[in-house]
């Protein structure tokens, strides 16, 4: 590993962090005003259909620049989208149009996080050989979550009384925000500053792509092309697969946790962010324990996925303060253990097939549009009244019985070419169509 891979994992770090931070500060703000149960997951909407709608430009995007400097234009969208998040107040509108103002801020901030995403993960697989894969997703996903259990507990405590009562105590941060989340949210904005001055520091890769289109409509069809041949590669189907169900359940799960600390638990959110750290936790030691998983190997953790499923059934059952956290940790290992081989299987065959932009392009759109149905179903039975417990076995089912349908698909695909397992982990460079 050189310096310019942990100088990438610093930069994402910080905003990962940035990203699940503002998300707790959000809702706080939805709260604030007095939004209804539904509402907070319409945030993850707009951010899924942000990757939704700009997936097949933004693989162009981190094709066609050097990675890094991609990397820091994108956290400027971020910190847009932050400032236009408190300055509802500004233009005077009533609660409701307020809360359009706000998802649409957050909207823009998915903007940035769409854009970056392919420069992200590209430029990983420009930095290291095929060989050394597993151990950088293992690092990345790995320090993801741990953003993501930081980001979680730092927007907890930043909505939280004591630490907001604080911020707003100070004079500079008074003259620009009024309420706890509002100091919150400006707070985070520095986060993704921060974020933004470390890319300026990763080294270019020297990596060379085609030229890439800049019509629009051109750009669409090749990205149709795209998803063509990841779907049609046996491997890459099931690894596709498998993601797009991991990250659209993840979303979702975050969402339930809260409503079910909320309800259940009778949790603030602060408290219930905390939860969400937990999680997080588990995935990371499931990360760390998957990065001994040779990529040759990576298709036998498919089970585990099934099993997560099943665990996830026991929550309605659990009220103890210490079972709950034990329950979160080991769905969290077991989500760790099992999407970080994907993870590296996808991107090493989307990398092979086609270039490192444009597969971890068509990795975002699949996945976020998977959260975007999941997340839509999960707000409509909130608004249709159904108890957070059927939801929740309602959602473990679900996952548990599509992962032994994924299981079977790939134990088809073996039988029908028993040679497939021997060619994961072969070399080559991609080009795009």
Known sequence: MNRGFYTVIVAQTFSSLADNALFIAAIALIHQLEGPVWVPPLIKWGVAASYVLLAPFVGAIADAYAKGKVMFTTNAFKVIGC??????????????????????AYAIVGMGAAAYSPAKYGIINEMLPPEQLVVGNSWIEGMTVVS???????????????????????????????TPAEAAILMIGLLYAAAALTNLFIPKTNARYPKQHHNPLRLTRAFGGYIRVLWTDKLGQISLAVTTLFWGA???LQLIVIEWGRSQLGYRLDQASILMGIAALGTVLGSIAAAKVPL?????????????????????????????????????????FFVVPMNALLQHRGHLLLSAGHSIAVQNFNEQLNILLMVSLYSLMLWLGISINIIIVMFGLSVAILMLVLIRWNQANVKRDPSLLARIGEHGQGQAL
């Open 250 to 252: 993840g979303a979702t």
């Open 296 to 336: 040759k190997q990576s298709l036998r953790v498919l089970p585990v996925g099934a099993l997560m499923g099943l665990v996830v059934l026991v929550m309605p059952l659990i009220y103890n303060e210490w079972a709950v956290y034990g329950l979160l940790l080991l769905v969290g290992i077991l989500s760790g």
């Open 83 to 104: 400032i236009l998040m408190f300055s509802y107040s500004i233009f005077g509108l009533a609660a409701s149009e307020q809360i359009v103002l706000i998802c649409i």
């Open 148 to 178: 993501i259990i930081t980001g979680s507990v730092v927007g907890g405590l930043l909505v939280s009384p004591t630490v907001s009562g604080w911020l707003l105590a100070r004079p500079t941060i008074q003259q620009i925000v009024h």
